[in-house]
């Protein structure tokens, strides 16, 4: 059983930057792949980022990688997703999910809201 809690989210005005933290609880949490995904307004949600458990494979959505990074700390049992350059269309819940494959993830956190005013 994993257990996941996003902060960091906020208002920001287009070209800043946030950090968003995804905690876990779990023992096992240094094994499973956790992704980053969002969901705005009226539309489905999308994957954005994903990282291996031990850190050594990410994979991005083609149109972010640019400006998002995510990172891991398992000694901290947390992950990051570093956003640069904000864009208004970056607006929506971000969720964050933990998994034993990238393709499935079984655990889901509450998701933190990220608004880029323009």
């Known amino acids: 059983q994993v257990q996941l809690v996003e902060s960091g989210g906020g208002l920001v005005q287009a070209g800043g930057s946030l950090r968003l933290s995804c905690a876990a609880s779990g023992r096992t949490f240094s094994s499973t792949y956790v992704g980053w995904f969002r969901q705005a307004p009226g539309k489905e949600r999308k994957f954005v980022a994903s990282i291996s458990g031990s850190g050594s494979s990410r994979t991005y959505s083609d149109s972010l990688k640019a400006r998002f990074t995510i990172s891991r700390d398992n000694a901290k049992n947390t992950v990051y997703l570093q956003m640069n350059v904000l864009k208004p269309e970056d607006t929506a819940v971000y969720y964050c999910?933990?998994?034993?494959?990238?393709?499935?993830?079984?655990?889901w956190g509450q998701g933190t809201q990220v608004t880029v005013s323009s």
């Open positions: 999910a933990a998994g034993l494959t990238p393709q499935v993830y079984d655990y």
